[in-house]
Structures are given as structure tokens and as C-alpha cells.
């Protein structure tokens, strides 16, 4: 069993490195220094199988990964213990994406269309703030601008448009879909700006829905 996240350092506020344990703080200082660390029910798992049903070798994940192809030959069933994940069909997060809730697919290949090859992972941190983003009918944050801050089911209803070139995302973490009420590719955008379509993985500027990843 592989486990993606390693921890094989600590590094204090000073720069120095503690190779075998932290040093001791004070009680104020450890509540400082606790309150900045990942809280383990905020993190994310997903695990990853050789064969149907849970079966073969696996690979836990707890932390984006850019490739998974060393890892493993071949995947076809995964399960999510815990968060929530994207999975990429290329490495560096690149091809098709399929969002994954906490869950059991036990023959995901099936499922969601892909081929044994998962090559690549991204953890979706929980957000519990406002959500916003604006979109653009031209390339580089050009042209018109949408502005949205709640799920929209039917860009082409709401808009009266839905071709958008590029993208601001200025809080929280969207689902974008080529189809409208939560169909079809979908593509994961977290903040930042996207000055193409294919900055986000889209075939076309076509987008159908937009939603936003909620705390699950």
C-alpha cells in the first residue's frame, strides 16, 4: 500500500528543522501552533484499487497528487472516505475530470466512462465562506461580464448567453458543466483567473450550469 501524503519534516516559524519531533512550546504557543495546523476531519482520503469491487493492491491518496501512474498499473473501483476529490484521466490534472463525493464506486469505470488509467487527483478543501465569480464572453477577461454568486442551472436562461472565454473565481470552488441542469463534462475551478477556456479543461467555451461545491 502507497500513501501519497508524507510528512517527513517539520519546519518552526524561525526556519529551523526538526527531523524527529517538535520541539516543546509553551501551552499558549501549542494553542497557536494548533490552531494553524490541518484539523484531521477536514482532510480528505481517497483510496484507489486494482481490480472491481475493492479488490487488489491500493493506494491511499490524502493530498493532490500529479501522478498517479507510478503508483498504480491500472484502477477500477475507488472509494472516498472522506472529503472530496477530482480525478483526471492525465497527469497534472489535465483531461477528463469527474467530481467524487464521499462514497463507494465499486466499478467507477462503468460509471463515469473512463479507462483503468486514473492518472492524476486533486483534494477539494471545504469552504465556508461566500462564493463568487464573474465570467467573460471574451478570452483574458474581456467583453461582457456575468457575475455569479449562487448555483445557476441554465446559464443560457439566466444570461440570455452561454459561451464564456475566460473567468475570474474570486471566492470558493465551482463545478462548471458543457450542459445545462448539471449535465455532462464538468470541470473544477478553484480561485484564481482563467484567461482561456481551456484554462479550465474545457473542450469549447460552451458552459450549461455552474454550481458551487458546498460542505458536504
Not at 39 to 45: L, S
Not at 155 to 163: H, P, V
Request: charged share 25%; net charge positive.
Amino acid at each position: 500500500m502507497n500513501v501519497c501524503l508524507c510528512i517527513k519534516n517539520m519546519t518552526s516559524c524561525n526556519g529551523n528543522v526538526y527531523k524527529d519531533k517538535p520541539p516543546h512550546w509553551p501551552p499558549a504557543q501549542q494553542a497557536e501552533q494548533a490552531a494553524h495546523q490541518p484539523n484531521a476531519n477536514m482532510m480528505g482520503k481517497i483510496v484507489f484499487y486494482e481490480d472491481k469491487n475493492f479488490g487488489g493492491r491500493h493506494h491511499e491518496c490524502m493530498s493532490d497528487c500529479a501522478d498517479l501512474h507510478s503508483m498504480f498499473n491500472r484502477c477500477q473501483s475507488i472509494r472516498v472516505v472522506s472529503g472530496m476529490f477530482m480525478i483526471y484521466e492525465r497527469p497534472n490534472f489535465m483531461g477528463h475530470q469527474h467530481f467524487l463525493r464521499k462514497g463507494e464506486y465499486s466499478d467507477y469505470m462503468r460509471m463515469m466512462g473512463m479507462n483503468e488509467c486514473v492518472k492524476s487527483c486533486r483534494m477539494i478543501p471545504m469552504h465556508r465562506g461566500n462564493f463568487k465569480m464573474r465570467l467573460y464572453d471574451r478570452s483574458d477577461m474581456g467583453g461582457q461580464m456575468m457575475e455569479l454568486d449562487d448555483d445557476c442551472p441554465n446559464c443560457m436562461d439566466r444570461f440570455r448567453m452561454s459561451d464564456f472565454n475566460s473567468c475570474n473565481v474570486m471566492d470558493g470552488h465551482w463545478l462548471m458543466y458543457d450542459q445545462a441542469n448539471y449535465r455532462g463534462r464538468h470541470y473544477y475551478l478553484r480561485p484564481g483567473q482563467y484567461r482561456r477556456y481551456n484554462d479550465w479543461g474545457g473542450m469549447s467555451s460552451k458552459i450549461g450550469s455552474i454550481r458551487r461545491i458546498m460542505d458536504l
